[in-house]
């Protein structure tokens, strides 16, 4: 076991929200991290962990003032944040990184997994509702957590994030783990299908998750409304719904979307922020909270009211169809292309 020992440096926030840069020396290094506890932090109760990774050559306080600005959505739902910070890779001129270039022993894995035991000696953190997202490397790296941490994360997002061949070859998976990947089709540096051999295509990265949770093998898919359509793209959501303990898989694909964090820049549709919470808090390390051993389809795809009726183009209501339109109770509908 490496020693290590935390240094923390305070600055405030606001009366009763902490922020705080806080270092960790670990692996001969002095590692530095943000720590953001909300207002609402109750050492009572047991608090969720959301851990959020800069893209590589980033750094955490950048991602968290200009790209991933987590903090109000914090102070909402009540969750600590953490913003790691990447070390310079010496086989890469120094430029900070998750995943260091060959030849290399270095694997950061191991200080998130001594992170979240040194937080969890200080903060009540709930350790079943641990989760992580990141962007582009950092997304990467999120799936590396899910792989090769999966008995402390719950679920993770990775947002134009690919993920190397063979990375999925040796995850050590304890539990149904969701995912989220939110990719744009023309992302020139994390390619959506990318031909040469080096990452997987989103699809399959979907498809693996998607089979190491039993779910549905077809997706349904929902188009998301072109709220800004100046922005140059759309969006489409896949969810493979019914896995093992309810648990499902979703991908936001932005059609004509480049490497980007929706709703701070590039497509505007969506706010990938918001996306990521509502996504991962709906997941522990046991599956869907509140998990029932009924169907969930409607449950886990409508948020905002009761289903009534499900109807085609024409009206007429149906149960099956390419194309329908779900009805819900409080006036809102949703149309749904379901694919065979």
């Known amino acids: 076991m ?12 606001s009366l009763f929200a902490q922020q705080t840069t806080e270092y960790m020396f670990y692996d001969g290094h002095n590692r530095e991290y943000i720590l953001y506890i909300p207002s609402s932090y109750n050492s009572s109760q ?38 790691p910070q990447a070390l310079g890779d010496p086989n890469d001129c120094f430029n900070t990184s998750w995943l260091h270039k060959d030849p290399t022993d270095h694997k950061d894995i191991f200080f998130i997994e001594a992170l979240i035991d040194t937080l969890s000696t200080v903060y009540n953190v709930d350790s079943d509702r641990i989760y992580a997202c990141g962007y582009s490397l950092g997304g990467m790296f999120s799936y590396e957590l899910a792989c090769n941490l999966n008995y402390k994360i719950a679920a993770i997002s990775s947002v134009s994030g690919a993920a190397f061949i063979g990375a999925f070859g040796n ?39 998607a089979n190491h949770n039993n779910t549905d093998q077809t997706p349904v898919v929902t188009t998301i409304p072109d709220y800004d359509p100046t922005d140059g793209s759309t969006v489409e959501r896949y969810s493979w719904l019914n896995g093992d303990n309810c648990v499902y898989v979703e991908e936001l694909k932005v059609i004509n ?10 497509n505007m549709d969506i706010d990938a922020s918001n996306e990521t919470w509502r996504f991962v808090s709906k997941f522990n390390t046991s599956g869907l909270i509140n998990c029932s051993s009924t169907n969930t389809e409607n449950q886990q795809l409508v948020k905002d009211g009761k289903l009534v009726k499900r109807v085609n183009l024409l009206g007429k209501e149906v149960k099956n169809s390419s194309f329908v339109i779900d009805l819900f109770d409080n006036g809102n509908s949703k149309k749904i292309f379901i694919i065979k």
């Open 257 to 266: 979307g480049g490497h980007q964090w929706p709703g701070t820049f590039g």
């Open 2 to 13: 490496k020693n290590f020992f935390l240094i923390a440096i305070i600055v405030p926030v």
């Open 171 to 209: 995850c050590d998976l304890y539990h149904p783990t969701a995912v989220l990947t939110i990719n744009g089709t023309t992302d020139n540096e994390h390619p959506y299908n990318d031909q040469s051999g080096v990452f997987f295509p989103v699809p399959d990265i979907s498809e693996f998750w």
């Open 46 to 83: 047991p608090t969720p962990i959301l851990f959020a990774f800069h893209g590589g050559t980033g750094y955490a306080d950048g991602f968290m003032n200009y790209e991933a600005d987590f903090r109000p959505i914090a102070d909402t739902a009540g969750f600590i944040l953490v913003y």
